[in-house]
């Protein structure tokens, strides 16, 4: 018992002084909250539980400029304005670097393990396979939307409440997962909860990780092993489908329509060696699924508390949806024509973004901003997402939910959700942005447009949009039911 809190008084002691260190480095940025030694860790732990009211104080004093806020494992400078957003962009990784900012958030290296960090071939299948979505897959995407939604909201002509929160979970998980591993396992049960739970398993690690002294990191990352642990289960489900398709493989001719088109078949085509290991394969479909569910059901579950809240906003819409289908037929195409649709998203997420730090970098070097300011190498950096999209100058009645806004005029429409820029970030900016915002854009809408077309919604009586809380830099919406039945 003593030994350990000599343990934990010299971890504080250590990096307290760490971070005292990097403050005296990084002095000339101003301060949001504490900035001496120990005092700094107070503001650390504000910023667990409310970490957008820092950011924003932030951005109403030094906007136009850079600030930092420590945290619970080390400073983070912010930057406010859009010329620092795009010498951001424009930095070459060597300088400002994104794989190296996501191993100190994400702890990857200790966390994820190697084969993750340095096999990067999930992005290349994201960014080419997935981001074409041809048309077979959007079929695929399609039929599996309507098979999760009969099973988590079956038709019924009377109003039934359902915890919106866990429905749209299951059926964007069952969704990707077709492309991801195919039938029959992303109907697998078992498969969908494992990828489904992998996301807390794997942060509660990365929070503990992230709180120990660099030395101490591998034993411990090895003792808690949530991912790995995750992954040998998963693998137990991939090993009789890798078998399987590798027999069917070798008496297929390697043209034929019947092999599988999706992540875990590209992966074993382009895969060597050790990386063709159920294991690992199984951790790569975790961490595919780890950046493809949180975000698009954390969008989806705010779109339906909006439309929930407003009948003006489904008529709106089910107009759009009714035209568009009724010329065209269900296709990509056709979701591409729904412009209010592709508002109405783009404003959940301008006013909801999952996240709210965007731009993550991590400085390899020296770096200097056009204005003149300078932070040293070492130096973690971020957008404030949120702040940026509540800026009176960047929209108008910028707190207000205004669904159409980006649609208004052909001007405005130029710049569709998946358009990133300094005033709209939810998904980043520049050449690390997020990759999967292509595929993200095809699935929410095809999700939002067959509800709008198939159920009204509605909140139970008395209730309304619930409180959202900011945890850690994560946006989480407050759980709330609501309630469906059969359009009438
Ligand atoms: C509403 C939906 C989504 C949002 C808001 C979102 C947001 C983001 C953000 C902010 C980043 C970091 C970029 C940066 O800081 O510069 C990111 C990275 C990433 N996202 Fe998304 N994302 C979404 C959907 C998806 C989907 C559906 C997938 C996969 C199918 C995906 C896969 C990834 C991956 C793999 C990365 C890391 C890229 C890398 O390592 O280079 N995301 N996303």
Same mark, same amino acid.
């Given at each position: ?23 005296? !480095? ?24 409310? =970490? ?25 400078? #912010? ?22 900012? %996501? ?47 009969? +099973? ?13 929160? /866990? ?21 697998? =049960?078992?498969?969908? +909860? ?24 591998? *034993? ?37 329509? =019947? ?25 790569? &479909? ?25 009948? /003006?906003? &489904? ?40 996240? !709210?730090?965007? %731009? ?32 009176? +100058? ?8 205004? *669904?159409?806004?980006?649609?208004? =005029? ?33 699935? &929410? ?6 509800? #709008? ?36």
């Amino acid at each position: 018992m003593y030994a350990a809190i000599w343990v934990l008084l010299v971890v504080l002691v250590v990096a307290g002084w760490n971070s005292h260190r990097r403050s005296a !480095i990084l002095g000339a940025i101003p301060v949001v909250g504490y900035s001496a030694p120990l005092l700094s860790m107070i503001t650390a732990l504000q910023f667990v539980r409310n =970490s957008q009211r820092l950011i924003d104080e932030g951005y109403r004093k030094y906007r136009g400029g850079l600030y930092r806020i420590r945290l619970l494992a080390h400073w983070i400078v #912010v930057a406010t304005d859009a010329q620092a957003i795009e010498d951001i962009r424009k930095a070459p990784p060597h300088v400002l670097s994104f794989g190296a900012a %996501q191993d100190v958030f994400l702890q990857t290296i200790h966390t994820a393990g190697p084969e993750v960090v340095h096999d990067r071939s999930h992005v290349t299948w994201i960014r080419s396979e997935l981001t074409r979505c041809n048309a077979a897959r959007f079929d695929a995407l399609r039929e599996e939307m309507a098979v999760a939604l009969d +099973e988590q909201i079956p038709l019924s002509a009377g109003w039934k409440a359902y915890p919106v929160e /866990e429905v749209v979970a299951h059926v964007v998980c069952q969704m990707s997962n077709r492309l991801f591993v195919g039938e029959p396992l992303c109907r697998n =049960s078992e498969y969908l +909860e494992l990828a489904m739970s992998f996301a807390n398993e794997f942060i509660r690690d990365v929070i503990i990780v992230k709180s120990c002294p660099e030395w101490l990191k591998p *034993p411990v990352a090895r003792l808690l092993g949530n991912a790995r642990k995750c992954a040998k289960r998963v693998a137990t489900h991939l090993r009789p489908v890798i078998e399987q398709r590798d027999a069917a493989k070798r008496t297929l001719d390697k043209a034929s329509a =019947s092999i599988p088109d999706d992540a875990l078949q590209w992966c074993l085509d382009n895969a060597t060696g050790d990386a063709r290991h159920p294991a690992n394969l199984a951790l790569r &479909m975790l961490w595919i699924n780890f950046g493809s569910l949180h975000s698009p059901t954390v969008t989806l579950v705010f779109a339906l508390y909006h439309l929930a809240s407003s009948p /003006e906003y &489904m008529r709106i819409l089910r107009e759009e949806v009714d035209g568009v289908f009724a010329h065209e037929g269900w296709s990509k195409a056709a979701l591409g024509k729904m412009r209010k649709l592709d508002s109405f998203l783009k404003e959940v997420l301008r006013l909801n973004p999952p996240g !709210i730090w965007a %731009q993550q970098r991590l400085a390899l070097q020296p770096f200097t901003f056009s204005n003149g300011q300078t932070i040293p190498a070492g130096t973690m950096l971020a957008c404030p997402v949120l702040s940026l999209h509540r800026d009176e +100058e960047n929209y108008p009645d910028a707190n207000e939910f205004r *669904p159409w806004r980006h649609c208004e =005029s052909d001007e405005a429409h130029k710049n569709l959700f998946v358009t990133t820029k300094p005033d709209f970030m939810p998904f980043g900016h520049g050449a690390d942005a997020c990759p999967g915002r292509f595929f993200a854009a095809i699935q &929410m809408k095809a999700l939002l447009a067959h509800i #709008v077309l198939t159920y009204d919604v509605r909140f139970e009586e008395g209730r309304r949009m619930p409180e959202r809380r900011f945890v850690a830099g994560v946006l989480l919406p407050g759980k709330a039911s609501v309630e469906f039945r059969q359009r009438a």
